[in-house]
Structure formats: structure tokens, C-alpha cells
């Protein structure tokens, strides 16, 4: 690991104003956590060192909010989720990858086991990156669990996307805000409301941050938009059904499918996203803050063609990308 990078990356972070980081998950890399590489608790503990440093000197816009990543089956998930107690992280964003095989009971069961830990916030990954189908009956299920402070939807599928949204409607829970992790619906995701009839009450439920590797990068942009989106969304839900309601801009529609055609680039959606990881790590490389763009996993690399789409959304649109802010601090980060 190179230490001082990796504090530079998580120092870049914060500095763009992020509310919070997620560390140990998709864009950390899963592989930390195998024995002969050995990174998760180094990887935690640095990263927790940055945002307590930054927390101190006012450069952060307030508490961050510390999610570390959890995995395996539940005795791994157990030992990780008390890993991320001892160093001071609020939450585990609890994936269920390694439960593939697994009965709806046996899910809970696990969720439970890890929420007692420390609390959990639940993860709907994709299926194309090693995620499952969890149905509409799991996350009902998994909004009774006390513990549960949260949920990032990550299957990109409209479908499964309304799944969890309708389960926390009618679950009455107004205390488990949702995350996006649809890295290609990401702005939509964040002005849209969702309303259900619950027990002949409507009910309206938004989705009200992202837990995304798309902002791995592209940080500062990503913040500012996001900030945007929160903005007029409520003002649309003080609005409500009147005619003072703000309208969701051409702009802003626009800027959506221009995210989404940058995020097709940098997760190399075209190749069933083999060159995600290493995809994330060239536009870093590039802007100077990694060295390299070597993964854990050698295999993984970018695809053929990657790198000519990462030139083209970069040149497509500069107001998405955030190099001259990196180029004017990066040398202070790389201290």
C-alpha cells in the first residue's frame, strides 16, 4: 500500500466536501481482506486517521459519517463488524455476495447477527457484479430489524430499485434513509419521488444520498451536483401536489445522461464492467493523486478501448471533472 497516496486519495475526499465516507467496499477493493494481502484493518485505520485529522481542523463541513464494509459469510461479517466498531466507524454496509445459496430466513438471520454488532446499513448489489436478487419480501423483512439505519440500492434495475422503496414505504419506518447506488441512474434517482399507497394513506419516500464508486472520482463536480439535487428536491416535497412545485430542469436532465454516459466510460459498462476498478484508477492516475493503476486482483485491468471512452466523456465534459481543483491542492494532500 502506498501510504502516502492513500492519504492523499481520502484527504481529496474531504476536501471536496463529502458528507461521509464509505471504506472497505467496491472501489476499496474487496481483495483487502484476503489473508495474503492483509489490508483491512490498515486500510480502515488510515482512512478513520484522515477523517479525525480533518474533523479537528474544520476543514470537513461537519461529523462525517463512517461506513466501513462488511462481507463474508457471518462469522467473517461478525469479526469485520466488530473491526469496525473498535476503530470508531458509526455503521457497516453489510454485502451479501457470500450468501448466494442462502434462504430468506437464513438472511435475516445473518443481518440480525451482524445489526447486534453494530448497526447496519443493507446493500442491494447488482447481480452482474457478484450481487443476488433480494425480493420485495427480504427488505420488509429487513426493515424490522431495529438496527438497520439505512439502505444503498445498487441493482441498477428499475424494477428491483422500486422493491426496496416500496418495502421501507410500508414498513412505517421514517428513520432508514435510502442511498443510491444506481451508478447509472444517479441523478434521477435523487429528484425522484417515490409515493405508495400504504393502509389507504399515501406515502412519499426519496432517496436522499449516494453511496456511489461513480463518486470515487470526479469528487468535487459530483458533491456540487448532489447538493443541487437535495436542494430542489425539497422544495419540491414542501411544494407537495401544488402548483408552486418546482420542474425538474432540461438542465438537469441533461446533466443526468451526461453522468450516466461518464460512469458507462469509468465502469466500462461495455465489457460487463471488468475494467471498473482499474477504470476509476486511470482517471486518479491521471489527475496525479495514484501512481498506478494496479489492482489487487493482476487480472484486472483496463478493457480494450477503455481508455479512448475515458478521453472522449473527459473532453465531452469538462464541467463533470474537477483537474484543476486537484491540480491546485494536490501537492499540499501528497504531503
Not at 494481502?37 to 459519517?65: H, I, K, N, Y
Not at 441498477?156 to 418495502?167: L, M
Not at 439535487?229 to 446533466?255: F, N, Q, T, W, Y
Amino acid at each position: 500500500m502506498d501510504e502516502r497516496r492513500q492519504r492523499a486519495l481520502t484527504r481529496y475526499y474531504l476536501a471536496s466536501g463529502v458528507g461521509g465516507l464509505a471504506v472497505g467496499v467496491h472501489t476499496t477493493q474487496f481483495a483487502i481482506r484476503q489473508p495474503q494481502v492483509g489490508l483491512f484493518r490498515p486500510v480502515l485505520e488510515l482512512a478513520a486517521e484522515e477523517m479525525d485529522r480533518g474533523e479537528a481542523s474544520g476543514a470537513t463541513q461537519g461529523p462525517l459519517v463512517r461506513i466501513g464494509g462488511i462481507c463474508g459469510d457471518t462469522r467473517q461479517a461478525v469479526a469485520e463488524a466488530e473491526t469496525l466498531r473498535e476503530l470508531g466507524y458509526h455503521t457497516g454496509l453489510l454485502s451479501l455476495a457470500a450468501m448466494a445459496r442462502r434462504g430468506l430466513d437464513e438472511l435475516i438471520e445473518h443481518c440480525r447477527a451482524v445489526s447486534e454488532v453494530i448497526p447496519i446499513v443493507g446493500f442491494y448489489l447488482q447481480p452482474a457484479v457478484g450481487g443476488r436478487v433480494l425480493p420485495y419480501s427480504f427488505w420488509r423483512r429487513f426493515a424490522e430489524l431495529e438496527n438497520v439505519i439505512g439502505i444503498k440500492i445498487a441493482p441498477f434495475n428499475r424494477y428491483q430499485t422500486i422493491d426496496v422503496v416500496r418495502a421501507i414505504a410500508e414498513s412505517g419506518r421514517d428513520d432508514i434513509p435510502l442511498y443510491t447506488g444506481n451508478d447509472d441512474h444517479i441523478v434521477l434517482d435523487l429528484l425522484t419521488p417515490f409515493r405508495f399507497d400504504c393502509d389507504g394513506q399515501p406515502r412519499t419516500v426519496r432517496i436522499v444520498g449516494g453511496l456511489l464508486g461513480h463518486w470515487s472520482v470526479w469528487t468535487k463536480p459530483s458533491v456540487e451536483l448532489f447538493a443541487e439535487c437535495r436542494k430542489i428536491a425539497g422544495a419540491a416535497e414542501a411544494a407537495a401536489d401544488s402548483e408552486d412545485a418546482p420542474l425538474v430542469s432540461d438542465r438537469l436532465l441533461r446533466l443526468h445522461n451526461e453522468v450516466t454516459d461518464m460512469n458507462a466510460a469509468a465502469f466500462d459498462s461495455a465489457n460487463g464492467f471488468a475494467g471498473c476498478i482499474a477504470g476509476l484508477h486511470e482517471i486518479l492516475r491521471r489527475q496525479g493523486l495514484l501512481e498506478g493503476i494496479w489492482c489487487l486482483d493482476e487480472q484486472e485491468t483496463l478493457s480494450p478501448g477503455q481508455a479512448e471512452e475515458l478521453d472522449r466523456v473527459t473532453a465531452a465534459y469538462p464541467h463533470l471533472c474537477d483537474d484543476a481543483f486537484i491540480a491546485e491542492h494536490r501537492d499540499e494532500w501528497l504531503r
